[in-house]
């Protein structure tokens, strides 16, 4: 349910009509938009609580809400949400590169790479600490370490980092050392993790689970929303399906659907989502006209000798060039804004 007041309300009528929301054992959550203030509550609202707020002063209608999910229905929060990140905005009218390698390998590995998402006009560089994969054999990530690494190399060049976090217990160290903490699809569902994500602020991109429906992923959102954080990114990385020929099936229609559901930024994964290098670059520019309002790309050295196995879903480093180079003349097309140095292509090679 939801309760709609004027933004000329005065600040102390809104807090006595908070306060009388929470005394009936409900949360209140307020989202102030241009031309109203919405309140959501949230919990086990009764039908005489609908029928007094309608008839205090200030609030123009209350509506009830049917999804499950409240805070992140765009009922409840008309307007985009836009996540300012150290004057880096995701959300509005900006393109976002997130680009880098599955891993962080070493500090020589993650500072070249560092250099080179900057060059080619990225805003966020994105590595691995920690890696949950399948096999309990595979190359697992080097850990804090890595963290350090990463935070080291961003900052030296100028971007904004993410990285995964896979337990509760490790979500406040991530913190510390990245901008952005992202929630894998094999995660989507930890709900003790959303819970905890929900006590920070740091901003979180949360993955959709490879078998999830779109409400699915919005409830998942909805249990870090409901804690307090409402730096929440949705992320279409690709879900399962019975084609084999890549190694998702990247779901274009999941980038404006969730757009109409909710308010929140949608970024999309074509590297996870094919699987294949051949098959990246044309995905992101799809991704970018279905209206994603950023990409995460992975980008090596030497993606052949990757040590987490996914290079054969890496770009170059002169592919990642040529395609954000590529992306600047897409991005007005798209009501985006985009550009990059313009190094040439051939300097990356």
Do not use: W
Not at 176 to 201: H, P, S, W
Not at 227 to 241: D, F, K, S, W
Not at 287 to 308: C, F, K, Q, W, Y
């Amino acid at each position: 349910m939801i309760a709609i007041t004027s933004n000329t309300i005065s600040e102390e009528r809104l807090n006595e009509i908070i306060s009388y929301i929470e005394k009936s054992g409900n949360q209140a959550h307020v989202s102030k938009g241009t031309d109203r203030t919405v309140i959501g509550i949230i919990g086990q609202a009764s039908p005489t609580l609908a029928e007094h707020l309608r008839q205090m002063t200030g609030v123009e209608n209350v509506i009830k809400i049917s999804k499950s999910y409240k805070l992140a229905s765009r009922d409840f929060h008309p307007e985009d949400t836009v996540i300012d990140i150290k004057g880096v905005k995701i959300g509005g009218d900006e393109l976002v590169i997130m680009g880098g390698p599955c891993a962080v390998e070493s500090a020589e590995q993650i500072d070249e790479i560092a250099r080179l998402v900057k060059a080619a006009g990225g805003q966020v560089l994105r590595g691995g600490a920690f890696k949950p994969r399948t096999g309990p054999y595979s190359f697992q990530g080097v850990g804090v370490e890595g963290l350090v690494m990463m935070k080291e190399a961003g900052e030296k060049h100028g971007l904004l980092t993410i990285t995964e976090v896979m337990t509760p217990e490790y979500v406040d160290v991530c913190a510390e050392y990245a901008d952005i903490l992202q929630v894998g699809t094999r995660n989507m569902q930890n709900f003790d993790l959303l819970r905890k994500l929900g006590t920070i602020k740091t901003p979180v991109l949360l993955k959709r689970g490879f078998s999830s429906t779109y409400d699915e992923l919005l409830n998942a959102a909805e249990y870090i929303l409901a804690g307090g954080n409402p730096n929440v990114m949705l992320c279409e990385r690709g879900i399962r399906t019975f084609e084999t020929y890549t190694r998702n099936t990247l779901d274009l229609t999941a980038i404006p659907v969730l757009q109409q559901l909710s308010h929140l930024p949608v970024i999309s994964d074509p590297s996870h989502g094919t699987g294949r290098r051949e098959l990246v670059e044309t995905m992101c520019k799809a991704s970018v006209a279905a209206g994603a309002n950023g990409l995460i790309v992975e980008m090596h050295t030497d993606p052949d000798n990757s040590m987490t196995g996914d290079g054969v879903q890496s770009l170059f480093p002169h592919q990642f060039a040529q395609l954000l180079q590529d992306l600047e003349k897409l991005a007005p097309l798209m009501g985006k804004k985009f550009e990059t140095p313009k190094q040439p292509v051939e300097s990356f090679r």
